[in-house]
């Protein structure tokens, strides 16, 4: 009974100390630094450890407002302790100091299951920053990517040594705004895959897609020979300094038919943003990082007063070009008032961001005269040198000439031996305008149609001149010329009225026509043969013996001493229309 | 016969009144001009020039007047318009130069021997190539009629003819050549800025920008838009509403 007695005593002696601590450790709020002292471009790592809270804490950052938050981490434990669950959480702000000085991190106010807990207040002293800032050190010795990608690290947790994919970074500090080169690549030992869907990270950063090496290469990793592919290559841009972890990458992989989907995640990566340097900073600094050049172009030739003229300005190099996004410029106003026409890109996205910006301003000169045109300048910070530059254009002189509104001088009877020309301006408009002087084409004006036309009747003349004996004219004006028959009927009544025309133009005339129906020349045939022929073709056998008759008449004519009469011309001629009618008809 | 005597002197009445009606408002727009009122001149000459479009004094003007109020493209496209009928004009010339320096497109003249030799060309109008073509026509016509004739000396005529002949070839490359000219469509940006789009639509991608005062030639249109080409050979479409036709 005193053995079970004794037992149980032991018992809740040893259960009730440790109740007592479970319930003191139940909820316990601490604060930590890493650091009490450093400089304004260095972090601290600000801890709040919870122990014992069953639920997760709401914790108001308000008490951090000297701080700029670069990160929030959080990790947790349970434990299970008399069947209740507690949680033990740790939470870290990596911080950046606003101010230099001594800073008191108040005491952080933090909501556990509707009770308030508070912190102690801690003091850290912030020191003045250096041009080159020395934050994370460590973290970049301990980096293992390295420039140009050489990954030296270890192939990701989860993935298969034959197939990984494997995320780099060019570099792994870098200055707000400079541009950062992020590269994954898959890292396989077979030679083909058949489908790959990559899934990009959330990167929480200005990024930029690049041109992806397309080709595949093979390259010994660990001792392994690996074909490897890049599937993501982009510029990331921060415009947040501290330090910010790139998530992993995923990529869903089908090797070939008989595989299934394997789901391959990247390595996280860690980069350290570091502000840029407040010593040296220019005014007109507008956040440009990289390497840069200046270019300007201007038409200085003929520039007249009030007229506005063009300068365009270019901005060329690596960078975040976007980031500028005008030049500044120093001027009177009274003398150029300047305005910004149009800014426009020519970028490319290769290796990295390089490209051109192209600005255009307009200058208007208010007065005339040798005048020194406005200096534009921009200034950047070039990561590699650390330092701030400023780049502007370089001094030139333009000569303006007087727009006339303005009473230019007169030049006095000495000065006409060197005459100058003080400006130029239009020539002056017409007062006086006729306005029945309208411009016509060539073809509604009265003086060309004219040459046209007396160019038409002298062609015609000189072609007719030229062509109306020649065979191919005849060939050409056969279509369209009279019938023979009607022909030889006119020329048999022109006969008749010239008195000196003879019985033989008679005879030739019938004769054409004779050859025009026999389809050939009759002039020298036999007079039998012509007959015969007619007949052949079937013509009215009595107008045929009067045609036989009337050529036998004609032949008696010819050599007759009356063959000039009149009377019997006449009486011919109309027999031999009257013939060549009854033929034709 | 009374009737037409009346008709006659109204219609003549009629045509003095609109005559002298037109002369004061000339009168007015010089004014307007003398004394850097350049909008109500613009306003006058535009007037006039609705009546007489083809009056090549009244487009010089007009284009001065653009140049005075500053739209340079305007001014451009006034003077190549009438550049067009008189080309050897030398104040039209003088102007267009002027204005030509103050944009942003630069045409450099040929430094070929070619362009050199004909460049002359430019300053005949296509009514002076074909005239000077029909005269050496005639000639040679008269010279073929004489031949034929057998008036003067064969020999005379026979060189007369064959100088005609070639003459007249090159007469006719000459106006040939003026022609196209001639029928090319042409015109001028009248924009500060334009986007030059791959087709007739604002919705296309952008090609390239072009600035008041570029001179192009077009090629084809399509409602609203026209194609145009500039001298570099750049080719886009761009709406009318920016540009001036010459």
Redesign the interface.
């Known amino acids: 009974m005193i053995g079970n007695l004794f037992s149980i005593l032991l018992i809740l002696l040893l259960f009730l100390p440790t109740q007592l601590v479970a319930n003191e450790a139940s909820i316990s709020v601490k604060s930590s630094v890493t650091k009490t002292t450093l400089t304004i471009n260095d972090i601290l790592e600000y801890k709040i450890t919870i122990s014992g809270a069953k639920n997760p804490p709401k914790i108001d950052e308000s008490f951090l407002k000297d701080f700029s938050i670069i990160n929030r981490s959080t990790q947790q434990s349970y434990q299970l302790i008399n069947n209740n669950f507690f949680s033990s959480q740790i939470k870290s702000f990596r911080l950046r100091p606003n101010i230099e000085g001594t800073i008191i991190i108040p005491s952080s106010k933090i909501d556990i299951e509707g009770t308030s807990y508070e912190t102690d207040p801690i003091t850290i002293t912030v020191l003045a920053g250096t041009s080159s800032p020395k934050a994370n050190s460590s973290s970049i010795q301990q980096s293992s990517n390295t420039a140009n990608g050489r990954a030296s690290q270890n192939i990701p947790q989860g993935s298969s040594k034959d197939l990984f994919i494997l995320a780099v970074l060019d570099k792994d500090q870098a200055y707000v705004g400079e541009e950062i080169i992020y590269s994954v690549r898959l890292y396989r030992r077979f030679s083909t895959i058949d489908q790959l869907l990559y899934q990009e990270p959330k990167f929480g950063m200005l990024t930029e897609q690049l041109e992806r090496d397309q080709q595949t290469y093979t390259q010994s990793y660990n001792g392994v020979r690996y074909y490897v592919q890049e599937i993501d290559r982009r510029s990331l841009f921060s415009y947040e300094p501290g330090l910010i972890e790139i998530p992993e990458a995923s990529a869903d992989v089908q090797i070939n038919f008989f595989y299934g989907n394997q789901t391959l995640r990247s390595n996280t990566l860690s980069l350290t943003i570091t502000p840029l340097p407040e010593d040296g900073k220019p005014d007109d600094f507008s956040g440009l990082v990289g390497d840069f050049g200046f270019d300007f172009d201007v ?1 200085t ?2 520039l ?1 007063e009030n ?4 300068i365009r300005l270019s901005v060329g190099g690596s960078g975040n070009l976007k980031q500028l996004s005008n030049i500044s410029f120093s001027t009177d106003s009274d003398i150029f008032k300047v305005y910004q ?2 800014v ?1 890109d020519l970028i490319t996205y290769s290796n990295s961001v390089k490209g051109v910006r192209h600005f255009e301003y307009i200058m208007v000169p208010k007065v005339d005269g040798t005048l020194s045109l406005p200096r534009f300048s921009f200034s950047y910070f070039d990561p590699k040198l650390n330092q701030y530059k400023t780049l502007v254009t370089p001094q030139s002189s333009v000569s303006v000439i007087d727009s006339g ?1 303005s009473t230019a001088p007169i030049s006095g009877p000495d000065t006409i031996s060197s005459v100058t020309e003080l400006r ?8 006086s ?3 029945d ?6 073809y509604k ?1 009265i ?2 149609l004219a ?2 036309l ?2 038409s009747i ?2 015609l ?2 072609g007719y ?2 062509f109306h004996k020649s065979p191919t004219y005849e060939l050409l004006i056969k279509p369209f010329s009279q019938k023979p028959n009607k022909r030889v009927i006119n020329s048999l009544e022109q006969l008749k009225k010239n008195p000196s025309c003879s019985v033989n133009d008679i005879q030739q005339n019938i004769f054409i026509f004779l050859s025009y129906l026999l389809d050939r020349p009759t002039q020298g045939l036999p007079l039998s043969e012509i007959i015969e022929e007619l007949s052949e073709k079937k013509y009215d056998s009595s107008t045929i013996n009067d045609l036989e008759s009337l050529l036998d008449q004609c032949s008696f004519l010819a050599y007759s001493p009356d063959s000039s009469s009149e009377a019997s011309k006449n009486d011919i001629c109309d027999k031999a229309i009257d013939i060549i009618k009854r033929i034709k008809s | 016969m009374k009737y037409f005597v009346t008709v006659f002197l109204i219609l003549y009445m009629l045509t003095s009144y609109i ?1 002298s009606d ?1 002369q004061k408002l ?2 007015q727009a ?1 004014y307007h ?1 003398k004394n ?1 009122q350049f909008e109500e001149a613009l306003s006058l000459y535009e007037t ?1 020039h609705d ?2 479009p ?5 487009i ?2 007009l284009g ?2 653009h ?2 109020l ?1 739209n340079l493209g305007f001014a451009i496209g006034y003077y190549l318009k009438a550049i067009k ?2 080309p050897s004009n030398s ?1 039209l010339r ?2 267009l130069s ?1 204005t030509r ?2 944009i ?1 497109q ?1 045409i450099e003249p040929s430094d070929s021997i070619l362009y050199s030799l004909l460049g002359w060309l430019r300053f005949l109008s ?2 002076t190539a ?2 000077i073509m ?2 050496l ?2 000639i040679g ?2 010279t ?2 004489l031949i ?1 004739l057998k008036k003067f000396n064969r020999e005379l005529l026979t060189n007369m003819l064959i100088i005609c002949g070639i003459s007249l070839v090159l007469s006719f490359s000459i106006f040939i050549h003026r022609y196209i000219d ?1 029928s090319q469509e042409k015109g001028v940006v009248v924009t500060k ?1 334009q986007a030059v789009y791959s087709g007739p639509s604002e919705n296309l991608s952008v090609l390239f ?1 072009i600035h008041e005062g570029y001179e192009f030639k077009i090629n084809k249109s399509a409602g609203n838009w026209v194609e145009l080409e500039l001298s570099n050979g750049f080719k886009g479409w761009a709406p009318l509403s920016s540009l001036f036709l010459i």
């Open positions: 038409n030739m003929g007249v007229k506005p003229i063009a026409s149009s426009n509104d130029k301006d239009l020539r002056y408009i017409k007062e305008i006729s306005f002087d309208q411009a016509k084409p060539f004006h003086f060309s040459l046209i007396l160019n002298l062609s003349m000189v001149s030229f | 005559i037109n000339l009168e010089s001009y850097s006039l009546k007489f083809n009056n090549i004094d009244l010089f003007n001065n007047t140049f005075k500053n009928w008189e104040e003088y102007n002027l320096n103050l942003k630069t296509i009514n074909f005239n029909m005269i026509l005639l016509l008269v073929l009629r034929y001639y800025k920008y």
